[in-house]
T-cell receptor
Framework: GAVVSQHPSWVICKSGTSVKIECRSLDFQATTMFWYRQFPKQSLMLMATSNEGSKATYEQGVEKDKFLINHASLTLSTLTVTSAHPEDSSFYIC????????????FGPGTRLLVL | GQNIDQPTEMTATEGAIVQINCTYQ??????LFWYQQHAGEAPTFLSY??LDGLEEKGRFSSFLSRSKGYSYLLLKELQMKDSASYLCAVMDSNYQLIWGAGTKLIIKP
């Protein structure tokens, strides 16, 4: 099946710093990528949807200036958590979808962020 | 509004059978998914139903009734490694996934 990678898998940073997470589709062109956040013992929460070459669509309550998403190519999307604070500590997961397979999302392995 | 309901937690015995139910109300329907998620890991795809009926895949089966807004995931011959959260998700008319809160399945020896 299709493979989606995320980098880094783990990141620990100080409060106030910015963290960039990369999501790559390795063997297909991802016209749409999704960014999720998951707190312990809770379900996935969709943060934003990004289509290649256009601005991301953010879910209600997600600050677009804090969570910057760039989907500059058909294989790469990045999520930057700007001025991270301890409450941003979470598990961030991306998923990617190919244009011809609207019903299928392939998930990356996730990035665990800990802000001290 | 859109809503996906599934039990919070279930317990079953190794070797037994368990059925995890999911009911949904969404704006449009483009299929229902079941994912398995082990603690600390991303979800992994288990099944996709878009037509009514039962889809069998090894020890796992998934059933869908669109008229009732209902699905279940059936796990047979339970193994300890099946202990995980099982997420039900429905794809709406915009091809967006609407997620349930997940069912934590605990397998006891």
């Amino acid at each position: 099946g299709a493979v989606v990678s995320q980098h880094p898998s783990w990141v620990i940073c100080k409060s106030g710093t910015s963290v960039k997470i990369e999501c790559r589709s390795l063997d297909f062109q991802a016209t749409t990528m999704f960014w999720y956040r998951q707190f312990p013992k809770q379900s996935l929460m969709l943060m934003a949807t990004s289509n290649e070459g256009s601005k991301a669509t953010y879910e209600q309550g997600v600050e677009k200036d804090k969570f910057l998403i760039n989907h500059a190519s058909l294989t790469l999307s990045t999520l930057t958590v700007t001025s991270a604070h301890p409450e941003d500590s979470s598990f961030y997961i991306c998923s990617a979808r190919e244009y011809r397979q609207q019903e299928t999302q392939y998930f990356g392995p996730g990035t665990r962020l800990l802000v001290l | 509004g859109q809503n996906i309901d599934q039990p919070t937690e279930m317990t079953a015995t190794e070797g037994a059978i368990v059925q995890i139910n999911c009911t949904y109300q969404t704006s449009g329907f483009n299929g229902l998914f079941w994912y398995q998620q082990h603690a600390g890991e991303a979800p992994t795809f288990l099944s996709y139903n878009v037509l009514d009926g039962l889809e069998e895949k090894g020890r796992f089966s998934s059933f869908l009734s669109r008229s009732k807004g209902y699905s279940y995931l059936l796990l047979k011959e339970l193994q300890m490694k099946d202990s995980a959260s099982y997420l039900c998700a429905v794809m709406d008319s915009n091809y967006q996934l609407i997620w349930g809160a997940g069912t934590k399945l605990i397998i006891k020896p």
